[in-house]
């Protein structure tokens, strides 16, 4: 459906042409009606699906119909997120004069007060400096009429939750519009759900767990101590214009990293280790090709828009089913193509074959001479438990505010294959 055709405001639909956007992708042509007809919505898609737009728009489009002052908020687990968020709303909303903010904790408290001071229709923020901004009475709640929680799943699993109650308790008692967005829906999030969003319109776009179409999976079965060469050998014999590694711990890629650079490879270490500050800057560089490969952890996993990444690796199986999916997730977006390659150890095999079950395929298996194993292992006892943080491989990891209570601020309200002579299809398959 085009973009034309679902009835948004001739000003953000400026925007929408300034972006070079005609065609609507599916959860966007099924979540912008309801929502421009101020419906609630709980959407879940896959990564890369054109979720921001599916929530921006009718943001800007409800916002274009009057009125002054703070009426869109956007909650997002972090600080790379929110600036994405906040990116894509000024762009989109560039015909309509509406202005968004971006709040996030790290950055000088005074810049972000100067930039609500000079009119904020629209604020974008991380739960605890939005804490921090109203109770310092910085923000006024009273005329919200657009709330969106994006990664709720998310921000259970980054200890937010409770924030984000907090801050549910500073918008109006009602009279807004809601949109909730998580890519699973476990039973703590589907209790917040419950309680807090009336009546929503459910979109599902493709199943959750169900990887991206444009992914090629690739799998090598090797001992932990030979995932570094198996690793190397990849770098060096194929086309890589842009690779993200994952591994399960920050040790295990600060490891990983020392690894690669004592084999000459250039690579940046990216995980919660480091402040907001410097894994901006990583993330910025990376984007504009000065760096081609990050070692990462999950933190790097989900809601990441970084379009171009040619290979994901999975240096350390995902002891989490689910994260298997939002790993790769970062290849393949918006139709593009990519490479998900796993290493597996032995040690890996049980969790290996529940991501198997999950995404409902088996990882096509391929041989490196000299480095992969030439028989399939069978899973070793203790090793690969399902969503515990045991498990997985052996030697370095197979290489590897609260606010205060009381009262409410804020007025009255409550790539390819490339070739090279490394890898080749092994000859048998799990």
């Given at each position: ?43 879940s ?78 604020v ?27 990664e ?55 199943r959750?767990s ?30 890589i ?6 591994t399960?711990t920050?040790?295990?890629a ?43 952890t ?17 240096y ?115």
């Amino acid at each position: 459906m085009k973009f034309e055709e679902l009835g948004l405001r001739e000003e953000v639909m400026k925007g929408v042409r300034s972006c070079g956007f005609a065609e609507a992708t599916p959860i966007q042509e099924k979540i912008i009606p309801p929502a421009i007809e101020g419906k609630n919505v709980l959407g879940s898609a896959q990564t890369g699906s054109g979720k921001t737009a599916a929530f921006i728009l009718p943001m800007l489009h409800k916002l274009s119909e009057g009125g002054s002052g703070l009426r869109g908020l956007v909650l997002e687990p972090t600080r790379e997120l929110a600036i994405q968020v906040n990116s894509v709303a000024a762009e989109l909303g560039a015909g309509t004069g509406l202005k968004s903010v971006v709040l996030f904790g790290g950055a000088p408290l005074s810049q972000q007060v100067s930039k609500i001071r000079a009119g904020a229709d629209i604020v974008v923020a991380t739960p605890g400096r939005l804490i921090d901004l109203a109770w310092n009475g910085y923000l006024d709640f009273t005329d919200i009429k657009f709330f969106v929680l994006d990664e709720v799943d998310r921000m259970f699993d980054m200890g937010f939750i409770d924030d984000v109650r907090k801050i549910i308790s500073f918008l109006p008692e009602g009279g807004y519009q809601k949109m909730f967005f998580s890519a699973t829906i476990p039973p703590e999030v589907a209790a917040l759900i419950d309680q807090f969003l009336e009546d929503p319109v459910e979109v599902s776009i493709g199943r959750r767990s169900k990887p991206a179409e444009g992914i090629s999976h690739e799998l090598y079965y090797v001992e932990a101590r030979d995932k570094i060469k198996a690793l190397v050998r990849i770098l060096k014999t194929r086309d890589i214009s842009s690779a993200i590694v994952f591994t399960e711990t920050k040790h295990g890629a600060d490891k990983l990293f020392d690894l690669l650079t004592k084999e000459n490879i250039t690579a940046v270490p990216f995980h919660s280790g480091f402040d907001q500050v410097k894994r901006y800057d990583t993330l910025k560089r990376f984007r504009s090709g000065r760096i081609k490969i990050l070692v990462a952890t999950n933190v790097a996993a989900r809601g990441l828009d970084i379009t171009g990444i040619s290979h994901i690796f999975n240096y350390d199986v995902p002891r989490m089913c689910e994260d298997y999916v939002h790993r790769i997730g970062r290849s393949a977006r918006a139709d593009a193509t990519g490479v998900a390659i796993t290493l597996a150890s032995p040690d890996e095999v049980g969790s290996l074959r529940r991501i198997e079950q999950l995404i409902e395929m088996k990882l096509p298996v391929m041989s490196i001479d000299g480095v992969t194993l030439s028989e399939v292992p069978e899973r070793r006892r203790g090793g690969g438990g399902a969503g515990r943080r045991g498990g997985g491989g052996r030697g370095p990891r197979s290489g590897s505010g609260g606010a205060p209570g009381g009262g409410k601020p804020g007025g009255r309200g409550h790539g390819g294959r490339g070739g090279g002579g490394g890898p080749k299809p092994a000859s048998s398959r799990p």
